[in-house]
Every structure is written in structure tokens, then in C-alpha cells.
């Protein structure tokens, strides 16, 4: 049985579907990416019960199948660039388990994207995860994980699931061709070519993140951040979100605490017909009234301040939230018109 | 999963109410006591250290018999007093005169009152002062019983400059302001 996730199987459908037609040009010229790649470093993987050999191998693996599939340029693919860069101040950065010391790291290396993974083992399962970095936003774009019971032999088909997952939207389009096949009733989609990735990716697209996204931050503001995978920023907004509940809870305690002394002093002073008692209850009761006035002053100050905070919450959460498509892509599909029994390719640019 | 479904099970719609229940529908009233106790009333418009009746309103029918009490509104270190109250006789008799709470806590306390007077009522009453021994803030001198005599209005006034107060070092305290009392008669 065909295993379809090697990257041998993958490439060589790929060739199959392109050179099955007569009349198509060379594969690499079907490579039409702009030529100033986006640069992209991969941090070794963070391990947790494996070796640091297998965990560099794996990173390795990694880097491999990102600079075959995807657009990207790869940095740092060798440990001796690595060091030869990393040389330059005495810090350990052959991993990362942080988004400052990854965005540090993309600093360093002068690249736009940076990779931060890891790989736990126990006993024979396995977690991989790895997110993806912006370095100039300080943010992780996205995260993927998944998870692998078996021999350590099988993990190398994971790896590349985890690329392929981590940069669904920006494989190589010979992948998209061939998830098509060419029959005599036309284009017809290859079915399961990717199970891993068709499987929850799809899913995960056919929800509108953004929709979500702005759901959460109506909810919560700063939600709609965190599950746009901007956390750094959703966490600061959650953070002024709290500060301002707490703020309006301080002042209604004090405002309903003075507010219960007020009353209960002004029910004496109602009926009462004895001078020194009344002498004795009107400053008082003034006093909490000014308390009273003082809080509700400062609520009235914190929920217009706090509609204002939602707003532009909501306003950022649209901005951030994610867009089914980071990269457009340029797509190449093969086309076949039975009549006139001739095979070509179609070719859309993205324009902008 | 119809999205309505999909925000009911993720708990959204609680958050949601939370957040508006936070952000418009916690609104709160301002104070609103008004110091409108009937009692009160002329006192807030009081100076003291001052003398006042109380109550400052009295409404009886023809015959009956009252109360008043003779006050002293937030004085400091006070060892002496004279009150010279002043009433019509033909509207109103003078009955009966009781000591107030004033002096109550202070030893060899003296209280005197004269009504022999045509116009007037005078109430003195000081004690055995030194320099550690006065009495401080707003309490009742004395209390005077009245009858009502005539189907007439009267008032009773205190009498400048003779109502004064004194410190134990016989030091005059400045009265700023003197009350009245109206006696309404059916």
C-alpha cells in the first residue's frame, strides 16, 4: 500500500499528473513565486524524551520539507551557520522555548518568519508542535500540533504533516496539482491525498475565524486576540479588561457600602425629635452621601471609558482575526477539454 | 452546528450578558437624603454657638398644657448660663421649670429660675467651675411648662443682651445666633 504522506509519494504524483499530459512544459517552471521569498529560520525543537541527536534530526527533517514545499527561503539550515552566527555573544540559542528568545533569534538571522517547535515523548507517544512567528509583529501567527503513537522509525512522515499543516497556505502549488487527476470526464479532485490535512485544516477553514474572533472579543475583550493567535496583545487587553472590572468593583463597594450606612442613619434621623441626635446624624449622613456621589462619579467615568475600550477592541479584533489566506498563492491547474482531446495549464496570479 | 448552538455551547452568551451587564446596566443613583427633618430645619440655618427652642413649633388648644426646652446649639467649654425668656402673660401661664441635661455630668451644679417678672422668664444655671470642669456641645438647659390661656398666637423669644453663657474663667462666649418659638393656639 502507497504510503501517502512520504514526501517521495507526494512529489512523485506531482510529476506523474504534470507529465501525463502532452504538451506541458518543464515541472520547475511551474514555480512562479515572486522571487523576493519571505526568509524563514526554524529554532532547533525543544525535546522532552528523546535524544538531542534524534531532536536535531528532526528539526532537520523540518527544515528540509519547509524549503521543498513551501515558498520560503530557509535560514539556518545548517548547525554550522548556526553557530557561525549565533557565535557572535555568548547566549545559548540552539533552542527556543520562548517567543522573546525566538524573535531574538529571527533578529539575529535577519529573517521575516521564524519557527518555534517541540517534541515530547512518552513512552511511544508522541506531541509535536510547532508555532509560527512573526518577527517583526513579536506574535505568533499560527501553532499546529499533533500527535503520533508508534516507533520512533514512523515520526518522519509527522514531521512533514506538521509543515504541511503549520503552512497549509503556502505549499507548493505542484501539491495542489496533485490533488487533481486527469480524467476522461474532466478535472476531478484526488480524494484523500492528505487525510491528516484535509481532515481538521478544512474544518478549521470553513469556520469563519473572523466571525469567532469577533464573537470572543464581544465576550471578552482580548479573546478575540488570543484565538487569533495575537496572545502577546489579547493578553494585554484582557489584562486593561480586568483592571477596569476591578476599578468598577472597588467603587460599587464602596458606593453600596456607604450607601447602607446612609440609609440606615437616615432612618434615624426621619422620625427623630431630639436636637443632639440630629446635630449628631446630618454630618454624618453627608458624609456618605459624598461618598456616594464620589463613587458613582468615578462608575459613571469607567463604563464610558470601558464602551470606548470595547469598541476599539472590537475594532482591533476585526483587524487581527484571521483571514483564510495569508499568502495568496499563485495557483497552476491542469486542464483537460475532452472535445478537443488537448491537455494545458491554467494559470491565475494573485494581484496584488 | 447552527451557529446559535455553537455560542450556547461555548459558554459565549454568559460571558457576553457579563460583559454587558458590566459595561451599561450597572448605573447607580445619586445620594438623595434630604436634611428635611422638621426639627432640623431651623437649625441648619443656625450660627452656633446659639440658643433655640425646641420644638420651635408647638400647636395646642385652649388650656392644655406644654412642654419647651430651652437649648444651647454646640457650645464650647460652657460653665455658666442665663436665659432670659421672654412671653405675653395674657396668652400664656408659666407653670413649672425642670433642669436640663447640660450639666447633668458636672458636680454642685445650681439651677435657679425667676418668673416674677411682668414680660419675662429667667433661667440661670452654672456650677462650681475650674479650670477643668465645663461642658461642651448641644443639650437642653431647661424645661419650661406653659398653659395655654387664650385662643391667641405667641412667641417666645430670647432677651438680648441678657441671655449669655460664660467660660469657667467667666469669659463672655459670643452668641451668634438666637432661636424663637411659635405657640399656635386653637
Partial sequence: MINMRSPKTIASAALLSLISAASLPDAPHFYLYDQSSPTIAVVDFHNQGISLAAGQTLTERFRLTLAMYTPYSVEASGIKNRFNILNKITRNYSTCTSIGCAVNVG??????????????????????????????????????????????????????????????????????ASRFLITSDGLTLRQSTFPQLESKIDLELKRNQVLWAMLYSAALPGAGQVYSKRVVIGRRIIGGWTTLGTLLAYNYYHYSTSKKEADRLYASYGPSLVPEDLIAYRPKIQKYGRRMDRANRNMRMIRRFSVIYWMVNMWHTWQVAPRKIEVEPTSILLTMDPAINEVGLSLSFALD | ??????????????????????????????????????????????????????PHEINVSVGDTFAINLYVLQVDSVAGIHLRVQY????????????????????????LWDSTEASHLDVYSFYLADEYTYSSGTASIATAYFRAKHSLDSELIYLQPWTRMVTPNNEPIIIKSYGKATIRVD
Fill in chain 2, 1 to 54: 452546528m447552527p451557529l446559535i448552538k455553537q455560542i450556547f455551547q461555548s459558554r459565549l452568551l454568559l460571558w457576553f450578558t457579563g460583559t454587558i451587564i458590566t459595561i451599561f446596566t450597572i448605573s447607580c443613583a445619586d445620594s438623595d437624603y434630604p436634611m428635611d427633618n422638621w426639627i432640623d430645619v431651623p437649625l441648619q440655618e443656625m450660627e452656633p454657638p446659639a440658643v433655640f427652642f425646641n
Fill in chain 2, 88 to 111: 405675653l402673660r395674657e396668652h400664656l401661664q408659666f407653670l413649672d421649670m425642670e433642669v436640663g441635661e447640660l450639666f447633668i455630668d458636672a458636680y454642685d451644679t445650681l439651677f
Fill in chain 1, 107 to 176: 533578529k539575529l538571522l535577519n529573517v521575516d518568519r521564524i519557527v518555534m517547535g517541540n517534541i515530547s515523548r512518552e513512552s511511544d507517544q508522541y506531541t509535536l508542535s510547532a508555532d509560527l512567528i512573526s518577527v517583526q509583529m513579536e506574535e505568533i501567527i499560527r501553532s499546529r500540533s499533533l500527535e503520533y503513537i508508534g516507533e520512533m522509525d514512523g515520526i518522519h512522515d509527522y514531521v512533514d504533516t506538521l509543515v504541511t499543516r503549520l503552512f497549509y497556505d503556502e505549499l507548493n502549488p505542484n501539491l495542489y
